[in-house]
Structures are given as structure tokens and as C-alpha cells.
């Protein structure tokens, strides 16, 4: 019987849980999760998947669990995954189609309590931050802050924009570190009531579809977004306001704080009375000042023993709704490959590999797309200085990222990983 290959996961948000879920199944697999937090946690605030994501989501066996907590918009809607229109004066330009999916939405948290009951908490630790990642070519060697060392196979870093894994992965390749980078948005979130929205637009005698439908107002250096979440009895809204010239933040500036309902509201004072009143419902907003990491030029570190994946390999800016769509994608991948019967303890390397030629050049072409999605809407982007430009682009925009085919990724996949070891067998043999 064959030693059982020792992996750790570094990381419990949605990226390295999905992971887990299917990790934990493996018997060919010893694997245990790593959380620097005391427990399982996520933001307040709703998360939108694009198809390629639900698709995901199916294709790793959480489709019971996601179809139980997700929104989708009702019929004749479904397909919407936005509509576009002016901030100023609500007028409709056109929508984003994603067919039979739309905008498909859930709470974070709802989403990240769906997953833990599929891994047991056996194989789970808490307040597990990481100080140090070192590395041999048989094995790696992780140092917690908290003096605790472990040794494992293989090491999956999924701990986020600020990860630790990162820094050892480019350290290993001689690489410069990457750090946060501001992009000079700062974005309001808050959750407000369905009926809530409603009744006010009744009492502004405005369209209804402001509210049952998924919203993007569009505007200079500007843009609101809305869906629904909790089955539809919240509306889940983010409000972005840029300053592209101005990406330094001064030293210790929180990233996340608490905002007066009139600063915001001050920001907004010329848009439509829609927009305005929607803002005005919520009641204790936040604001987030939105960072990414440029795209690396490996996911991999130098032992091919540790790989990164979610926000650790490709944090980006929200404007697709793509950034947890990524994570599962990576997940997908990685558990697939993981599975294979081929795989132990002096062939894994491999693995790192052809993960890293399949997922790189795809997660970096969504990293760039965001920032440029946030420019579009905004009427920042040299190519989209008025708002027909960017309605007509908008249509079409997002086609390519939701229509990959995962599958036949996952097939594509599987074939190179067999093909290298059969022709490592015949060399060996020869």
C-alpha cells in the first residue's frame, strides 16, 4: 500500500474550503486546513457568480447545497445578469445576458457556511497564521506564528491578498514581491430591504425594475451596482467612486471603515433621485478602498512542492464579479488533478505544472479585464468616453469569460498529467 501524500492547505475562505471539500475524499490524500482566523469567517456582504462559476460550483458537487441559498432573478428576467443605465437619470441603455443563469447571487457567508459541513473538523485548525514557508524537494516545512512547525508533501496557499505562501513561492524563483496595489476606488457597501426599495420607488412613481431586476448605474469616474440576495428579500449594493490619479494611500489608512449615510450621499448628490434614494436606505454603511496584485509569472515555487490559488495567486478588482468565480475555478482544477490514480509522493510536482499551464494565462486575462471593466463603466477608458459606446460593448463584453469550458479543461488536463507519466514510465523502462 502506498504512503498517503501529506498536503496542507493554507487558507479557509471560499477558494481553499470548496478545495477541501473534494480534497477530503481522496484516500490516495492526507490533507488538513490551515486558518489563521479563530474560526470560519466572511464578509457581510452579497457575492455574484458568473456562469462559469455556477458552473463550477456544480461541476466540484455543491449544487444541492448552492441551489438552496442562491438568488436568481424571476421570470422574464433570468437571463439578466445586469442592466446598464445612466446614474443620472436612470435611462435604460442595454443588459448583459448570461442564458440560464443570469445573476446568479448569494450572502458570503451563507455561501462559506454551505461548505463546512463537508469537511470535518478533524481536519481543520484555527488561529494557524503563517510566519514562514520553506522548502525542500521532498517535502515542506510550514512555521506558524504560534510556534507550531508541520512538515507535508505539498502545500496549497489560499491565504488571500496578503498571503505569506506568495512570498516564499517568489522568493523560491528569485522573483520580486508583489504587494496590494490601490486602485484608487473606494467602494460603499450595504444591504437594505426588497420591500423597502420598493415602497420608495412607488412613492417616487419610478420603475419597479429598479428593484426586481440587477442594476448597474453608470457614470463619470462613478458607478452602483445591485442584486439580490437571501431570496430576494435583501438587495445587495456597492457604490464606487474612483480618483485614478490618486493610488497611494498615506501610511496606516484602514482599508475598510465605517462612513456617515450623508458622505456618501454627498458623493452621489447629483444622481438620479433613484440612485439617491436607494443609497439613503442604508443605514450604517461601510467603505472599502479596493486593491489588486498584478499577475505573476508563476504560480508555482522553485521545489514545484507549493502552488497558490484564489486571491493569493490572482487578487483582483471586483468590476466582472469574477474574483471568487477564479477561486473555484482553481479549486476545480487542482482537486481534479489531485485525484488522478496516478498521482503519489514523487510525482505531485507534476501536478503544479500543468495546473499552472492551464490556469495562469486565463486567471491573469480576468485580472486585466476587471480593471478595465471598472474603467468602462466609469467613462475612463480612451475607447469609451460616452455612454453608447459603452452600452453597445457591455452586451457582449463578459461572453468569453462566462463560456469557458470546464470540462473539457478538466479533460485537457487530465490527458497531460497521464501522458507525462506514461512517458516518464517509458524512459524509465527504455
Known amino acids: 500500500m502506498k504512503q498517503r501524500i501529506r498536503i496542507a492547505v493554507i487558507g479557509g475562505g471560499i477558494a481553499g474550503l470548496a478545495l477541501m471539500t473534494q480534497l477530503i475524499k481522496n484516500k490516495n490524500i492526507d490533507v488538513h486546513l490551515y486558518e489563521a482566523a479563530p474560526q470560519f469567517s466572511e464578509i457581510g456582504a452579497g457575492i455574484s457568480f458568473g456562469a462559469n462559476a455556477v458552473k463550477a460550483i456544480y461541476l466540484l458537487g455543491l449544487a444541492t447545497q448552492y441551489e438552496k441559498i442562491a438568488d436568481q432573478v424571476k421570470a422574464p428576467y433570468t437571463d439578466i445578469w445586469f442592466q446598464w443605465r445612466n446614474g443620472y437619470t436612470d435611462q435604460y441603455f442595454s443588459a448583459s445576458i448570461a442564458p440560464d443563469v443570469g445573476q446568479s447571487s448569494v450572502h458570503r457567508a451563507d455561501f462559506l457556511e454551505s461548505l463546512i459541513p463537508f469537511v470535518p473538523s478533524t481536519h481543520v485548525h484555527f488561529n494557524k497564521r503563517v510566519k514562514q514557508v520553506n522548502a525542500s524537494p521532498d517535502q515542506v516545512q510550514v512555521l506558524f506564528i504560534d510556534g507550531q512547525t508541520i512538515e507535508c508533501d505539498y502545500v496549497i496557499g489560499c491565504d488571500g491578498i496578503h498571503s505569506v505562501v506568495r512570498d516564499h513561492v517568489l522568493n523560491s524563483q528569485q522573483l520580486p514581491r508583489v504587494t496590494p496595489q490601490f486602485s484608487g476606488t473606494w467602494a460603499y457597501r450595504g444591504i437594505i430591504k426588497f420591500q423597502d426599495f420598493k415602497q420608495t420607488l412607488i412613492e417616487l412613481d419610478h420603475?419597479?425594475?429598479?428593484?426586481?431586476?440587477?442594476?448597474?448605474?453608470?457614470?463619470?469616474?462613478?458607478?452602483?451596482?445591485?442584486?439580490?440576495?437571501?431570496?430576494?428579500?435583501?438587495?445587495?449594493?456597492?457604490?464606487?467612486?474612483?480618483?485614478?490619479?490618486?493610488?497611494?494611500?498615506?501610511?496606516?489608512?484602514?482599508?475598510?471603515?465605517?462612513?456617515?449615510?450623508?458622505?456618501?450621499?454627498?458623493?452621489?448628490?447629483?444622481?438620479?433621485?433613484?440612485?439617491?434614494?436607494?443609497?439613503?436606505?442604508?443605514?450604517?454603511?461601510?467603505?472599502?478602498?479596493?486593491?489588486?496584485?498584478?499577475?505573476?509569472?508563476?504560480?508555482?515555487?522553485?521545489?514545484?512542492?507549493?502552488?497558490?490559488?484564489?486571491?493569493?495567486?490572482?487578487?483582483?478588482?471586483?468590476?466582472?464579479?469574477?474574483?471568487?468565480?477564479?477561486?473555484?475555478?482553481?479549486a476545480l482544477l487542482l482537486s481534479h488533478l489531485l485525484a488522478s490514480e496516478h498521482l503519489d509522493r514523487q510525482n505531485i510536482h507534476l501536478v503544479s505544472t500543468i495546473y499552472e499551464d492551464f490556469r495562469k494565462k486565463r486567471a491573469s486575462q480576468v485580472q486585466t479585464t476587471s480593471?478595465?471593466?471598472?474603467?468602462?463603466?466609469?467613462?475612463?477608458?480612451?475607447?469609451?468616453?460616452?455612454?453608447?459606446?459603452?452600452?453597445?460593448?457591455?452586451?457582449q463584453r463578459f461572453d468569453w469569460l462566462w463560456q469557458h469550458d470546464l470540462e473539457q479543461e478538466l479533460i485537457n488536463a487530465q490527458k497531460s498529467f497521464h501522458q507525462i507519466i506514461q512517458s516518464q514510465r517509458q524512459s524509465y523502462s527504455a
Open 207 to 330: 420603475d419597479l425594475a429598479l428593484a426586481e431586476i440587477p442594476q448597474m448605474f453608470l457614470g463619470k469616474d462613478k458607478h452602483i451596482l445591485t442584486f439580490p440576495i437571501r431570496q430576494g428579500e435583501e438587495i445587495n449594493i456597492v457604490a464606487f467612486k474612483s480618483d485614478r490619479m490618486n493610488t497611494v494611500l498615506p501610511e496606516n489608512t484602514a482599508w475598510t471603515r465605517s462612513m456617515t449615510k450623508q458622505e456618501m450621499l454627498d458623493d452621489f448628490s447629483d444622481w438620479s433621485n433613484s440612485c439617491k434614494a436607494l443609497l439613503n436606505l442604508i443605514e450604517a454603511p461601510t467603505i472599502w478602498a479596493l486593491h489588486e496584485i498584478p499577475p505573476l509569472e508563476t504560480y508555482k515555487n522553485k521545489n514545484q512542492n507549493v502552488i497558490l490559488i484564489g486571491d493569493a495567486a490572482h487578487a483582483m478588482l471586483p468590476h466582472q464579479g469574477a474574483g471568487a468565480g477564479q477561486g473555484l475555478e482553481d
Open 371 to 395: 480593471r478595465e471593466a471598472g474603467e468602462i463603466y466609469e467613462l475612463y477608458a480612451p475607447d469609451f468616453q460616452n455612454f453608447d459606446t459603452v452600452a453597445a460593448h457591455l452586451e
